[in-house]
Each structure stands twice: as C-alpha cells, then as structure tokens.
C-alpha cells in the first residue's frame, strides 16, 4: 500500500502530524493521503501517562478544541509539592516549572482517542493492531516504509495455518512516532548514526494506577507530588496523585532508571509509597480498577539526536521531548508532531528525500526554548537528591536556565553495582487492600498475547542471565520489571538455574531493553494487538 506519508505510532506526536498534515493540505488546495499504524489494538489502548495536560500545543493545533468535545474535562485547582520522610510530610514551595494554572488533569488514552478521531474527519487513514516490524530502504538506502510484522507464526518461528503474511506500507516520508525506547527508532540511530554527538539519553519507569474512591475523599481538580521517601537519597524519582472527576485518582510512581543497587523494586517502593501515613487514608475504601507501567525519557535537550535521515524524522518520545522538571510531555511531543509535519509537507511537496526544515523549525520554537531552559536540572541529580534541589533551585531561580554550562547524562544501563556492595533491601508483603503483588497488578492492565507466537523478548546471549546477571547483579530483571516477566528458576531436573521469561505478562514498559546491564534483552514488536489494554489511563 502506497501513502505520501506513514506514520508509525497513535500517540499524541504521531496523531498531531496525522491532523497537522491534512490541514497543510486543505489550506494549499492538495491532495496528501496519510496513514497511521498503531500496534495496540485500539487508539489509546498502548498509551499510559499522569496526565496533566498543557493546551499550548493543542491551542494552536485545534483552536476550537472546547466546541469540538476535547476531553479536557477537571482544570487543575490546586497544586501541592511536599517532601516525605518516613512518618511524616512536609510542604515545599512549588517551582515555576510546576505550577499548572491552566492545565488539565485528562486521560491520555481517551484523549488520544479524542484526536485519532479528529484525523479521521480529515482523511487519514488509521489501522490500529498492526504492528511495525521492519523498517524498509530503497536501493540508494533512504526510508521507503515499514512492514508489519507477520500474523500467525508458531513459538518455532514457522507458519501456522492462521499464518498472514504482513503489509508494506510505503511512503514517500515516514514519521516515527513510536513513544519511548522505539525499536525501529534504535535501528535507525544506528544506521544513521543519528546519536553522535549527542549525550546517552537516560529513562526512568513510570508506574501507574488508578483508583475509585469515596466521594468525600474526592478532591477534583487537586494536584499532588512527593519526593523522598520511600526511594533512598541517591536515587531520583517521586510520585504523582492527580484528582479527576467521578471519584476517581490516578496515582503513580516514577523511578530514575540510572539507580545503583540492584535489589531496588521501583514496583515494590511504589506499593511501599502508598501505605505513607499521609497517603494511605486516600485509598481506604477505595477500588484499584487499572494499572500499568511506562520507561520515560528524561535526558531532555542534551539527548535530543538528530532528527531526520532520507525519507523521514523522528517525532514526541521517540525523539525524547520530556520536559522533566515539569513532569509534562503531552504538549512537547505534539508540538514536535506539528512542526515535523509542516517540514515533511514542505519535503513532499517539492519531491525531496530529507525534511532538511525539521530541526530549524523546532530550533526556532517555544520547544526548543522550554528544553533548554530545564536541561541541567535532571542531570544535576546525579549527586545526590539534596544536591540536586539545591542546584535545582539555583539553576530555576537565579540563573534562570541560561547557566553557561551544560551538565553531561550516563547510561543508565552501566550505573548498577555488584550485588556483593549492595545492601538488600526487604520489602512488606502486600495486604491486598492497598498494596497489591505484580500479578494481580498485571491482571488489570489486560494485558494479553496470542500465545503461540515467537517470544518478543530476546536474548543475544543465552548464558549472559545466570553467568552475569545472576552471579554479579544477583538477577536485577526479576525486580526492574513491573509485570513479573523475568523469573530465575531453580529446576529438580537440573543442578543449573535458568532463566524463565514470562512474555505474555510483557506491559511493554520497555525497561528491560535499558535497564539490563549488559544490554543482552531486546524487545521487538509482537503481533499486532497484543499487550496491555488500557481503557483510560
């Protein structure tokens, strides 16, 4: 199937393309067909964030928003910023960054809904449950399109009598719009060597639930964060607690991926936050209903690669356009979205192989700007939490962002410690009422996979997990994962453990594919329509 542009990906990036596209089209008088693939089963079913949404980006895409039913329904009304030590809480004063005064707490998922809907109207085709697998190249080895990967192929990689074969969708640009941690993205970095000169970008995990509460706990339009407890003072993170309307809170827990010791749970200290006594009365007769798991970039300006190659760019969190210290991604990622739309427009239009206007156009934009003005602050963590508040502080508020240094980031991957220098760390069993264990936690993502089918989870070497990972790191995987997928199993059949890998339990948080310190897991698309099912996180 031939398109003038593909898009790879629904989220927000991908679908502000989608809209910013056919509106250059209208407003030129042209005809420009757009396709948009989406490996989760529905638009929004693959999308989890807090979320509080900055409208800057919506304003400008869609003005009229509000009359069109944006689901942009509980404008924050309060906002608070408090430090946790064990027992107790304590209020700091909130940093500009934070402050979201005309912001929305929404539903990422039902808003991305809300915009693949918009895209329809207009003409772009949307084809929800089919997975990218392949990046496809012509003979001068610019970008020609994707191929979804294969349907109805067995564990043992041959065709079974529901075999498919996939799709290529061709285009004369593709957008890859993949969220964090894209694996098409990690080829295309490579090929063309789209990272040089650019700092490792670095991931934190982002765990989520969402809950029904009592009525009178229900506080629509509040704004909580925390930092400190229960995460050790070397280690960066912290929580989010945003009120929506109908009794309902989505509550979370972010985890800097860069953390040291390697018996840390960043599952296990997020059910450890919610029993604080100053958050647990929240939850007391209240129902979890949803739950879910996301890697999130974090390395900002510095780690921003090069964003185009022949025949398409790269967009949103595949590109990593997190603004880390206001929490917020939403609004970055669509206007990365946008702008590469009208340089793709432009590079369709005069039938050239390279957006060359892309990264102009961003560099002249609020974007940039907003990036650039924050980009010491999450590296400025890496000494130490009190180190880092200080410098933030500092950097936010004398130096307004225009310090005339530009703090370096590590890779995530080499910051873990031998087992041997590391204190274990015991965490309380769940109580089913307020903390839960991962499976009953995945059983509520919805997660599901065709079962029959080669394991998305692969292993360049199939000795590296007991040889390395067990005798030095005494098995990180069993504990950075959020869904249960990696197991060490000791078999009465042999003397050997061996590493068992739980796939169908995948939330495709990607944190394996960064975390693992010899980078030996890579994730590669399952079948089209497998994974998490979120209906309105």
């Known amino acids: ?77 309060k906002d608070h910023f408090v430090f946790l030590s064990r027992k107790s809480h304590y209020k700091l004063p909130t940093p500009p960054q934070m402050n979201n005064d005309g912001n929305y707490i929404i539903s990422l998922g039902v808003f991305c809904r809300w915009l693949a809907e918009r895209a329809e109207n207009l003409g772009v085709e949307i084809y929800p449950g089919f997975a990218a697998a392949e990046v496809l190249f ?38 890859f719009a993949e969220g964090c941690r894209g694996h098409l993205t990690k080829e295309l970095f490579k090929r063309f060597n789209l990272r040089e000169g650019k700092d490792p970008q670095t991931f934190a995990l982002g765990i989520k639930e969402l809950w029904d509460i009592d009525k009178e706990k229900s506080k629509p339009g509040t704004v909580f ?9 070397d280690t960066y993170g912290g929580s989010f607690l945003y009120h929506l309307s109908d009794n309902q809170v989505a509550v979370g827990y972010v985890v800097g991926l860069d953390y040291k010791n390697p ?39 510095q780690s921003i690669p090069k964003l185009t190659f022949p025949g398409g760019c790269l967009v949103g969190c595949t590109a990593g356009f997190l603004n880390v210290p206001k929490i917020k991604g939403t609004h970055t990622a669509m206007k990365s979205g946008m702008l590469a739309a009208e340089a793709v427009f432009e590079a369709v239009m005069q039938n050239t192989t390279e957006t060359t206007s892309y990264e102009a156009r ?124 990696y197991e060490i199993v000791h078999s009465e059949d042999s003397s050997e453990p061996y590493l068992q890998i739980n796939a169908q339990n995948c939330v495709h948080c990607k944190t394996c594919d960064i975390k693992d310190p010899t980078q030996n897991i890579m994730w590669v698309t399952p079948e089209g329509g497998g994974g998490p099912n979120y209906p309105n996180m």
Request: net charge neutral; aromatic share 10%; proline share 6%.
């Open 263 to 301: 018996f840390l749970s960043p599952f296990e200290e997020f059910q450890r936050f919610k029993k604080h006594p100053s958050i647990c009365s929240i939850f007391e007769g209240g129902r979890r209903v949803s739950y879910g798991a996301r890697a999130l970039n974090e390395g900002g300006f």
């Open 362 to 485: 961003l560099q002249s934009s609020w974007l940039w700007k907003e990036l650039y003005k924050v980009r010491n602050i999450r590296p400025s963590f890496s000494r130490g939490f009190l180190a880092g508040m200080i410098y933030s502080a500092f950097d936010t508020f004398i130096l307004r962002g225009n310090a005339p240094w530009t703090f370096k980031h590590h890779e995530d991957h080499v910051q873990l410690k031998e087992a041997r220098f590391c204190k274990k760390i015991e965490y309380p069993k769940p109580d089913n009422i307020i903390s839960f264990d991962k499976n009953s936690s995945v059983y509520l993502s919805s997660t599901n996979h065709e079962e029959n089918q080669p394991s998305h989870l692969q292993l360049i070497d199939q000795e590296a997990p007991i040889k390395i990972n067990l005798k030095k790191y005494d098995s990180p995987e069993q504990r950075y994962c959020p869904a249960g997928v």
């Open 225 to 233: 964060h925390s930092v400190g407890w229960p995460l050790p003072s």
């Open 138 to 175: 012509d003979e001068k080895g610019s970008v020609r399109g994707i191929a979804t990967n294969d349907l109805g192929v067995g564990k043992d990689g041959k065709p079974t009598e529901n075999y498919m074969q996939g799709m290529e969708l061709i285009g004369r640009q593709t957008i």
């Open 1 to 77: 199937m031939e398109f003038d542009v593909v898009i790879i990906g629904g989220g927000p990036s991908g679908l502000s393309a989608a809209i910013k596209l056919k509106q250059l089209a209208s407003q030129n008088n042209s005809e420009l067909s757009v396709c948009l693939v989406e490996k989760g089963g529905e638009i929004g079913a693959h999308i989890l964030s807090g979320a509080v949404l900055e409208p800057r980006a919506l304003n400008e895409l869609i003005p009229e928003w509000a009359e069109l039913g944006a689901p942009l329904n509980t404008p924050v009304t």
